[in-house]
């Protein structure tokens, strides 16, 4: 059965960093697109970044220049680094995956649990 695990979420203050990992198993194939979401406080769930095979990415305007994504295909992993994190940061972090080339979310889409991330001082 596939299995998205994340990890890396914590409490940490503005300003601070954080890397952000998915791990892949139970799969024998590399997914097309992998991607990071967050749902905020009272907010919409929101696409952060993704990253296709090939490496090709795409970031939320409200995070360019503070995350970068990254995948290593032969980990089955993707990650996310975050810098500079503000509280409007805060949120759980979710990772997808998807076997299509489609940049939108579909009901083929494989999810995470979810990791938590807080910014506060």
């Known amino acids: 059965q596939v299995q998205l695990v994340e990890s890396g979420g914590d409490l940490v203050q503005p300003g601070g960093s954080l890397r952000l990992s998915c791990a892949a198993s139970?799969?024998?194939?590399?997914?097309?697109?992998l991607g990071w979401y967050r749902q905020a406080p009272g907010k919409e769930r929101e696409l952060v970044a993704f990253?296709?095979?090939?490496?090709?990415?795409n970031y939320a305007d409200s995070v360019k220049g503070r995350f970068t994504i990254s995948r290593d295909n032969a980990k089955n992993t993707v990650y996310l680094q975050m810098n500079s994190l503000t509280p409007e940061d805060t949120g759980v972090y979710y990772c997808?995956?998807?076997?299509?080339?489609?940049?939108?979310?579909?009901?083929?889409?494989?999810w995470g649990q979810g990791t938590q991330v807080i910014v506060s001082s």
């Open positions: 139970g799969i024998i194939f590399s997914f097309n697109i």
């Open positions: 990253i296709a095979y090939g490496g090709n990415t």
């Open positions: 997808n995956a998807k076997k299509t080339w489609a940049t939108t979310l579909g009901p083929g889409d494989y």
